[in-house]
């Protein structure tokens, strides 16, 4: 994986109640910053990542949530704030056709890197998007998704993850 680069090239966030219609919101709102960046090669992956990120707020937090999209040179980075400051737990992989405990998996799945810090007011779950690499330089798998990442950004199934003791210098 290669390294963060420091540039912000653009950022944009937007804020709603924690209701279940307000995830469309949510990933309209992703979708459109892709087009404005033009950037709709990433909309598959990066709106799968911020439904799944709204969903949890929405389900777990019940808090309202902001989303933050922000491109640094040849990385795109989304953020979902909360306003609850508990550990995010990531559970067990879901065998069988249970409907939950995959949205974590899809999230490590479909980014380069993601993670979760504490903020005064909650905490933050961020996925980091390599465009570079997205461009053509990685292969995919039979599925179309690749591998998790092996760089330490997630944690193994069931277990707590702590969050970072500050975000990482990149983002904005």
Known sequence: MRAMDGSLTWSREAAWSPHPTHVGEARSFVLDCLADGDLLAQAHAVSLVV???????????NTPFTVVVARRDSWLILEVRDRV??????????EGDGLHGRGLQIVRALSESWGVWPRRDGKSV???????????????????????????????????????????????
């Open 51 to 61: 439904s799944e990120l709204a969903t949890n707020v929405v389900l777990h937090a």
């Open 85 to 94: 400051a508990t550990h995010l737990v990531v559970p067990a992989v879901t």
């Open 126 to 172: 961020w996925a980091a998007f390599d465009l570079q690499e997205r461009a053509g330089a990685r292969g995919h798998s039979e599925t179309g998704v690749d591998p998790p990442p092996v760089d330490g950004s997630g944690q193994p199934d069931g277990a707590p993850m702590d969050a970072q003791e500050s975000p990482p210098l990149w983002f904005p």
